[in-house]
């Protein structure tokens, strides 16, 4: 079993950043794509942000050039960077791991971007 659990969500004012983190652990030989989700009350979950285990990125156009996501292979984490935060970027986010062929996910973080 793989469990992932996220950190860093928080209350922030709109143009500030914010950290988050997500630490995979369990039976892991290797981890595939690991990525950032999003729902924000009313909506659907969407992507934010994918890497692949080659380190390629993918992000949805209302996140580019404000966030980052990176990985470590070494401790199995994921992070996203989020600069720049928008009223609109407030939601739940949910980190996402490929592991042996299975999908996993975190309980979830809020981040709530409000003056």
């Known amino acids: 079993q793989v469990q992932l659990v996220e950190s860093g969500g928080g209350l922030v004012q709109p143009g500030g950043s914010l950290r988050l983190s997500c630490a995979a652990s369990?039976?892991?030989?290797?981890?595939?794509?690991m990525g950032w989700y999003r729902q924000a009350p009313g909506k659907e979950r969407e992507l934010v942000a994918i890497?692949?285990?080659?380190?390629?990125?993918v992000y949805v156009d209302m996140v580019k050039g404000r966030f980052t996501i990176s990985r470590d292979d070494a401790k199995n984490t994921v992070d996203l960077q989020m600069n720049s935060l928008k009223p609109e970027d407030t939601a739940v986010y949910y980190c996402?791991?490929?592991?042996?062929?299975?999908?996993?996910w975190g309980q979830g973080t809020q981040v709530t971007v409000s003056s």
């Open positions: 369990g039976s892991i030989i290797s981890i595939d794509a």
């Open positions: 996402n791991a490929g592991v042996h062929s299975r999908q996993y």
């Open positions: 890497i692949t285990r080659g380190g390629n990125t």
